[in-house]
C-alpha cells in the first residue's frame, strides 16, 4: 500500500509518500482501507519533531495522523460490532501511532464507530480527533445549563466542535474569531462572537463560568480576568504553565490541561448526534492523498474554516 512516510522534522516537507506493507491485525482489530483523513494541528507539530514525534519515532517506519473514516476489509477474531463493507470512522490509538496517513490503517474496534448513512466520508473524517476533543472537554468541565462559556478560535476544527456542545448542554455560548468567520460561528449556535483582530476580548466580555482554549500564547492568562471565582479554563495548548497555575489558584478559578483519547464509546456518542442532526461536521476544503503535504502546509497557516479533508 502506499503511505506517507516522515523522513525527517521539517514538516510537511519531510513526508515522503512510498510504498510499505500492508498492516496486519489482532484479533481485536479491524483493517479499514482508507477514504477519506482529517488534519489537525498535532499532525503538523509531529511533523517538526513536537507533539508526538518522541512516539512515533520509536516506532519506525513514522507515519504521521491519527483521524479516518473508511471501509472494513477485514475483522480480527474477537470483533463483533463490524463486519467486511461497514462503513467506518474514528481516531486511531491517540496518543500512540495511528498511522493514518495510508491507504489501509488496523484500528483498534473499540475506537471506531459506523459511520452514519445521512452524512458524506468526508464529514465522518472530519468529526473525530476535533470532536472527540471537544466531546471529552465539556464531560470534564461538566458545562451545565445556563452557564457562560467562552470558546477560543471558535470557528477552527476544535473549536467549531465546542460551541456545538456548548450549546447543547444548554449554556450561553460565546466565541472568539474573526469577522470572515462571524457568521459561521453564529450559525454552529453560539450567542456573541468577538473579532479578536479589533478588540481585546476580555475588555469585550462579561465574566464567564468556563473558557476552552486550543491557543497558548497570552490567551489563557488573559482570560483568567474574565472568569468568575469557582469557574473553570481547559487549554488543549499547553497554556496552563505554573505561572497561569499559580494565578488561577489565587482567584480561586481551576485551570488544567486537557489531551485527548481514543474511546469508541465516546465516537458513538458524536455518531448518534450527526445520525440525528444535532451536530454538524463542517469541511472547508478536500484535497486529494496526492496532495496531502499541501493539505498540511495549508493548516499550519492557522486560517482554516472547520476541517481540511484528505481524499485516498
Not at 36 to 56: C, E, F, H, Q
Not at 130 to 149: D, E, P, S, W, Y
Not at 208 to 217: E, H, S
Not at 223 to 248: D, M, Y
Request: aromatic share 6%.
Amino acid at each position: 500500500m502506499q503511505a506517507y512516510i516522515l523522513t525527517g522534522t521539517n514538516g510537511p516537507d519531510s513526508l515522503q509518500l512510498t510504498n510499505v506493507p500492508t498492516p496486519t491485525i489482532s484479533a481485536s482489530d479491524v483493517l479499514v482501507r482508507v477514504k477519506a483523513i482529517s488534519l489537525n494541528p498535532v499532525d503538523y507539530k509531529t511533523a517538526r519533531g513536537k507533539a508526538m514525534w518522541g512516539t512515533l519515532s520509536a516506532q519506525p517506519p513514522v507515519i504521521d495522523g491519527w483521524d479516518i473514516a473508511g471501509e472494513v476489509t477485514e475483522v480480527g477474531a474477537d470483533v463483533t460490532e463490524f463486519k467486511v463493507g461497514d462503513a467506518v470512522f474514528g481516531m486511531v490509538n491517540f496518543p500512540g501511532a495511528g498511522r493514518a496517513y495510508a491507504e489501509y490503517v488496523a484500528a483498534p474496534a473499540d475506537h471506531l464507530a459506523h459511520q452514519p448513512a445521512n452524512i458524506s466520508v468526508e464529514e465522518a473524517a472530519g468529526a473525530t480527533l476535533a470532536a472527540l476533543t471537544a466531546f471529552q472537554i465539556m464531560k470534564k468541565a461538566n458545562v451545565q445549563a445556563g452557564q457562560r462559556v467562552l470558546v477560543h478560535a471558535a470557528g477552527g476544527g476544535v473549536g467549531s466542535f465546542a460551541v456545538q456542545f456548548a450549546k447543547e448542554r444548554g449554556a450561553y455560548v460565546l466565541g472568539t474569531a474573526s469577522a470572515a468567520k462571524r457568521d459561521f460561528v453564529l450559525s454552529l449556535g453560539a450567542d456573541e462572537v468577538i473579532d479578536y483582530t479589533q478588540v481585546r476580548f476580555e475588555e469585550a466580555i462579561e465574566p464567564v463560568d468556563f473558557v476552552f482554549t486550543g491557543i497558548g500564547n497570552d490567551i489563557p492568562t488573559r482570560s483568567l480576568s474574565i472568569i468568575k471565582p469557582g469557574g473553570k479554563l481547559i487549554s488543549i495548548a499547553g497554556g496552563v504553565t505554573p505561572e497561569v497555575s499559580t494565578q488561577a489558584q489565587a482567584s480561586q478559578i481551576n485551570a488544567s490541561a486537557f489531551l485527548v483519547s481514543s474511546n469508541g464509546a465516546d465516537q458513538r456518542a458524536i455518531a448518534d448526534r450527526l445520525a440525528d442532526g444535532r451536530l454538524q461536521s463542517y469541511v472547508s476544503q478536500t484535497i486529494p492523498f496526492s496532495q496531502l503535504p499541501d493539505a498540511l502546509r495549508q493548516l499550519e497557516e492557522g486560517k482554516t474554516q472547520g476541517k481540511i479533508i484528505v481524499t485516498v
